[in-house]
């Protein structure tokens, strides 16, 4: 079955870690752009962080940065989201997706994202 499978989230107080993990079954993310999104209770879809293919480029919404970090084992066909220093405002569904590498990663129509994980739920509370 081809699909994104993502785990690693949780219930976690302030100021604690979690390291989510976006998997890839039934394809290679070697020639993948992988994106992570979240989405909190009526609000929008946010871009959080996105890692190109080859070279291992990275960005980072403005609002993560410094915490969290993202990386990608290609030999494990994964892709990770090291999530430092939570907040509460980080709580949401995070998802990860294909994506295609460039400043509007965030912004693209859904229609140029060929998969999409199920989600994982962060919550940070305490």
């Known amino acids: 079955q081809v699909q994104l499978v993502e785990s690693g989230g949780g219930l976690v107080q302030p100021g604690g870690s979690l390291r989510l993990s976006c998997a890839a079954s039934?394809?290679?993310?070697?020639?993948?752009?992988i994106g992570w999104f979240r989405q909190a209770p009526g609000k929008e879809r946010e871009g959080v962080s996105c890692?190109?293919?080859?070279?291992?480029?990275?960005d980072y919404a403005d609002s993560v940065k410094g915490r969290f970090t993202i990386s990608r084992d290609n030999a494990k066909n994964t892709v990770y989201l090291q999530m430092n220093s939570l907040k509460p405002e980080d709580t949401a569904v995070y998802y990860c997706a294909t994506v295609i590498w460039g400043p509007s990663w965030a912004s693209e129509h859904d229609s140029l994202r060929d998969y999409w994980g199920q989600g994982t739920q962060v919550t940070v509370s305490s």
């Open positions: 039934g394809f290679s993310l070697d020639y993948y752009a």
């Open positions: 890692i190109s293919s080859s070279d291992g480029m990275t």
